[in-house]
């Protein structure tokens, strides 16, 4: 990928991720794409060589890796594992709160495996949950949680519980502040991580 103008490449970005949240990743074109973002044809392909599928894998990294730096700042913070959670999760919720329309597209595709940007997306996942599998490993280790939970399967479930409950809070309830929503995801995970 070639290096350019931050302010075209984010242009582009933000007509590709405007358009593929209104008609999905397939039914967006390279053509559509341009029109919304104000830049010629030619200019994708300057950039992206490959087209839509570069354009597309590229927005997933970028929009990704302020996340994944996020998660791994707070990881080397310390504090225990439980401390580590609740940042974790903090820092989820505010991404998701400030990326929503990228969040949307980010649950349904991160499941389709036929996607050129599969195994990119797998390697931030993995760095992302990561940090909360090395939490819930932590908390096992020094008996503050259960010991039969695997630290991958509930790192897993407790992004995804996560996930799911901002885009919901989001959705329905608007009004509530995150240290709300924090803080029922909070006693949740306590409740079933608990000894």
């Known amino acids: 990928m070639r290096a350019g ?3 075209t490449r984010e242009r582009m970005f933000r007509a590709a991720l405007e358009l593929i949240a209104e008609k999905g990743v397939s039914a967006t074109t390279v053509d559509e ?3 919304r973002a104000g830049v ?12 839509k599928s570069e354009l597309v894998e590229a927005m997933i990294e970028s929009q990704l890796t302020p996340l994944a730096e996020d998660f791994r700042a707070i990881a080397k913070g310390g504090g225990s594992p439980s401390s580590r959670i609740a940042a974790l999760v903090r820092a989820e919720l505010g991404w998701i709160r400030d990326n929503r ?3 949307k597209i980010l649950v349904t595709e991160l499941w389709r495996e036929e996607r050129v940007w599969r195994d ?3 390697m931030l996942r993995r ?3 990561g940090c909360l599998r090395d939490a819930v490993a932590d908390g096992i280790s020094n008996g503050a949680f259960r010991d039969d939970l695997d630290p991958d399967f509930t790192a897993s479930a407790l992004f995804g519980m996560t996930v799911t409950v901002a885009l919901d809070w989001l959705v329905f309830y608007p009004e509530r502040p995150l240290e709300f929503v924090a803080s029922q995801i909070d006693s949740l995970a306590s409740a079933a991580v608990r000894p």
Do not use: D, M, R, W
Request: hydrophobic residues 40%; charged residues 10%.
């Open 127 to 129: 760095s992302i949950l």
């Open 40 to 51: 010629a044809k030619g200019t994708v392909y300057y950039h992206f060589p490959s087209g």
């Open 33 to 35: 794409i341009v029109e």
């Open 5 to 7: 103008s931050p302010s």
């Open 101 to 103: 329309e990228f969040a």
């Open 120 to 122: 990119s997306l797998v």
